[in-house]
């Protein structure tokens, strides 16, 4: 079978976003949101061990064997930077790899909004960045960061699992910690961070309480904080925060919210028209006066009518972002119809 670097090559030559190496099947590369099998046989048991034995260093291979998952980044002669999952099936190891490239698109060509940048140059609060698995939240995440370190003489701390790609310092410097590289935990990360004086704090992903609350109490105290969140949409972003906490707790932190929010920016990778990448839908909200008091008054049902009419301040509802697409005919009717969250607004704007 041949070895892992190969399947790595090919997808680079395919312009893969994703390998998927599977047992009983042939590798499969994800092309423009699709997976494509190669011509090839399929994997065998045997030809996984092999290839994921080939990617471990002896504590690596320790932590897989005793926790049966593993994450992490490696830097490949064909593919460059990779994010690398290992997991197990029917007892054997199977690997899922993600290109992360070495270069950081212009905001114009990844379709983000020009108020996203003017969110990332505030001094403090907390910024988030929503969406499915494979939406490019990390590449939102990346582009911030890149942006701050070609603006500002500050301090960037990022903490990823795993670090995706690396920022060279510019005006600013970087710190970026791997986790079970440079830290042994998330959590543990997230303890220290703010001993270490950054100006910005970028979170690779906020899942747990522990990492919610640094990331509030590090935005109200006069950092600004850069985090993804798995959510499809505004709304279930600030629901699943808030459901985190109980009681008082949870009051403290619908405060806390209210008072540290600069917006979110929920997106979403969909099916373009004629081309061989994927093009990027978008929900935007600013934090105004209107949504802190929302917020603070748990009336988060509102919110949609806010960004309708917040278009003046940057605001972008989703489904207003799709029926834009479809009239530029960067995507289809029918791909704006069944991503809409309600389709009868884009049907009705179309006509």
């Known amino acids: ?150 603006e500002r003489r500050c301090k960037i701390v990022t903490i990823e699992d795993p670090i995706e790609f690396v920022h060279p310092n510019k005006r600013a410097i970087v710190v970026q910690q791997e986790v079970l590289t440079d830290t042994r935990s998330f959590n543990r990360a997230l303890i220290h961070v703010l001993r270490q004086d950054p100006d910005v704090l970028a979170i690779g992903e906020i899942r747990e309480k522990e990492a919610i609350t640094t990331a509030l109490t590090a935005a109200e105290t006069g950092h600004l904080v850069l985090a993804t969140l798995h959510s499809p949409g505004v709304l279930h ?35 373009s028209i004629g081309s061989s990448r994927r093009t990027l839908a978008y929900e935007l909200l600013v934090a105004n006066m209107a949504v802190r008091n929302v917020i603070r008054e748990r009336q988060l049902h509102m919110l949609d009518t806010i960004i309708q009419t917040g278009a003046r301040e940057g605001m972008v509802l989703f489904d207003t972002c799709l029926h834009d697409l479809y009239c530029r005919c960067q995507i289809s009717y029918d791909v704006a119809m069944s991503r809409a969250r309600q389709p009868d607004r884009i049907a009705k704007e179309s006509r």
């Open 1 to 150: 079978m041949r070895p892992l670097e190969h399947w790595l090559q090919e997808a680079v030559e395919r312009g893969a976003s994703d390998l998927h190496l599977v047992g009983g099947a042939p590798p499969a590369f994800r092309i423009n949101g699709e997976i494509h099998l190669a011509d090839a046989e399929a994997l065998t048991p045997a030809d996984l061990a092999a290839m994921a034995r080939g990617c471990l260093g002896p504590e690596q291979h320790e932590a897989f064997e005793r926790d049966w998952e593993l994450c992490f980044s490696l830097q490949t002669p064909p593919a460059g930077r990779v994010r690398l999952t290992l997991y197990r099936r029917h007892g054997h190891p199977e690997l899922s790899v993600r290109f992360c490239g070495d270069y950081i698109e212009p905001r114009e060509e990844l379709g983000l909004p020009v108020k996203l940048d003017e969110l990332a140059r505030r001094p403090n609060g907390l910024l988030l960045i929503t969406g499915p698995t494979g939406s490019g939240k990390t590449t939102t995440l990346n582009y911030l960061v890149d942006l701050i370190n070609r």
């Open 237 to 271: 972003a600030l629901e699943r925060i808030v459901g985190v906490y109980e009681g008082a707790a949870q009051q403290q932190i619908i405060l806390q919210l209210a008072s540290s929010l600069q917006g979110i920016l929920s997106q979403e990778l969909l099916p």
